[in-house]
């Protein structure tokens, strides 16, 4: 198994930025895929972007893409989400989520996730 404990996340205006931070602790950090999810009151579980276990393939959410960065860093055991521009409708709960496999979007695929956390841009 792996624990993810998510941080960094906070209140923001809108054009500004936030760097998410997931800490992974348990098996072997490098042997999972990671991605990030969020989650707006009232709605389901949203891809936002995902990397594979050497960084060498990423993909992002058409809705992020251009403004968000996900990385990793094995060494360290952790994923981060550099998100700037943000917009009022990037307010949500943040979740990092780990899986052996790379290639989906789907929170069903996911078998590892953390506890979240909140994002909140004011307009």
């Known amino acids: 198994q792996v624990q993810l404990v998510e941080s960094g996340g906070g209140l923001v205006q809108a054009g500004g930025s936030l760097r998410l931070s997931c800490a992974a602790s348990?098996?072997?950090?490098?042997?999972?895929?990671m991605a990030w999810f969020r989650q707006a009151p009232g709605k389901g579980r949203e891809f936002v972007a995902q990397?594979?276990?050497?960084?060498?393939?990423?993909y992002y959410a058409d809705s992020v893409k251009g403004r968000f960065t996900i990385s990793r860093d094995n060494a360290k055991n952790t994923v981060y989400l550099q998100m700037n521009s943000l917009k009022p409708e990037d307010t949500a709960v943040y979740y990092c989520a780990a899986r052996t496999i790379y290639g989906s979007t789907s929170a069903y695929d996911y078998d590892y996730w953390g506890q979240g956390t909140q994002v909140t841009v004011s307009s």
């Open positions: 348990g098996r072997t950090f490098s042997g999972y895929t």
């Open positions: 990397i594979n276990r050497s960084s060498g393939i990423i």
